[in-house]
Structure formats: C-alpha cells, structure tokens
C-alpha cells in the first residue's frame, strides 16, 4: 500500500503553485505526475532526513519546482521533527543559501564534520 499525501497546492487554478505529493514508500516528494522529484533517506533510526537527489526534466526546469519540492520536504521535516541533512548539492548550494529560514532544521553535528 502506498501512502500518498498531499505537501501543498492552491484550492483555485494551482498555476503557481504546483501539487506535491509525498511518496512514503519510494522515499520522495514528487509532482503529481512523477516526473519531478526530491528524494531522501531516513538515517539515525528515523530522526534524521537525508535529502540526497533532486530532479527536475528539462522539459519542466525554470518553474522552480525544484525549490518546491524543497520546501515540501523541509515542511515535512519540520512537521515530523526530523533534522535534515542536505546531501544534494542542489539543496545545499542553491536552495538554502535562498532559504535561510530552513537552517534551523539542518543537522549540526553533520554540518561541523563538513566544514
């Protein structure tokens, strides 16, 4: 059984912002029609998410769905508890240095082993 929640979406049109679904099973964030992804790997016995790939086609790229995604996924981190741990060059290069308000979530002790 595949647990399949929505992340975000708007109620009227939903041009802006495009629909994220959560694919437990898979281990990723994905748009409605798989073709755009984020995906993780849960790590220190479930408390931690690893964000290790992201992918937009280049069919889809300039959207930013990529940053969607991220954001799908830090708010799930966040509602859940998790620290994440931003493996995807993507997230750590691009998206957080946008972002800084997610910082708060990532995971401290990886980050000092990094520097």
Known sequence: MMASTTISGTGSGGAEVPK???NETQHRFETE????YI???MRDNGKVMDIVHTFVPSS???L????????AAFNHAKSHSLSVVPTCSYV??????KNPTWN?????EDLKSNI
């Open 60 to 62: 889809k790229r300039g």
């Open 39 to 41: 995906e993780y790997v």
């Open 33 to 36: 029609d798989k073709k755009a």
């Open 104 to 108: 708060s979530l990532l995971y401290s």
């Open 92 to 97: 750590s290069d691009t998206f957080l240095p």
């Open 20 to 22: 994220i679904v959560w």
């Open 64 to 71: 930013g769905l990529a940053s969607h995604l991220c954001v």
